[in-house]
């Protein structure tokens, strides 16, 4: 993860002049891999966007540079920002402060939740909003203030149940219990604080090394 107090780079060798000095901008959720929206950047709205770490661009229809959130304060903070292989298009890698669209919604391109692996991050942030209001009512509130050894024995719980399935229920079954057990590593992460992209990046670095 970058550091926040590091300056962001940006890209190099951009193809400003191929396309008239605008180039479109995706905007992608950092954790959960989700496309945001697409903005337009010209030199200034890339160095603004390096120099504050919030994503700013240009806006045609004013004629002037604006960042995004600057009236709701939805805010995009910007974690890396990299060229495509023509230099001719970005994409920003960014936390996002709030719903990124005017209309409420996560993103431009649809309200629906992220698929696929990007919906586990999502969970994590379900997970630190139920940590945050402690409500009673709450199983994940109730299990994260039992504890880290608590939570260990349904981990072990939850793992012997996928260990059956494997051998006596059907794919589904099978999908059921890893769910179960993915939801309570997922409670563990945020007891101890630390998230599926820290996972990812072992998984990564072993990769790398063979």
Known sequence: ????????TA?????????????????????????????????AALAATAKS???????RSKGRLWTKGETS????????????CDGDALLLRA?????TCHTGSPSCFGAGAPEGPGWLALLSRILAGRAATADPASYTARLLAAGPEKIAQKIGEEGVEVALAAVTRDAEG???????????????MEARGFGWEEVMGVLKRRHAGG
């Open 95 to 99: 936390d996002p402060a709030g719903p």
């Open 1 to 8: 993860m970058r550091d926040r107090n590091a300056p962001l």
């Open 174 to 188: 099978c999908a059921e219990e890893v769910a179960d057990l993915l939801y309570h590593l997922a409670v563990l």
């Open 53 to 59: 770490g919030h994503a700013t661009f240009f806006s």
């Open 11 to 43: 890209p190099a060798g951009l193809a400003w002049d191929k396309m008239d000095g605008l180039l479109p901008a995706i905007v992608q959720d950092r954790r959960t891999d989700e496309v945001l929206m697409l903005g337009y950047m010209d030199e």
């Open 73 to 84: 304060g939805n805010v995009l903070r910007v974690a890396s920002i990299e060229a495509d």
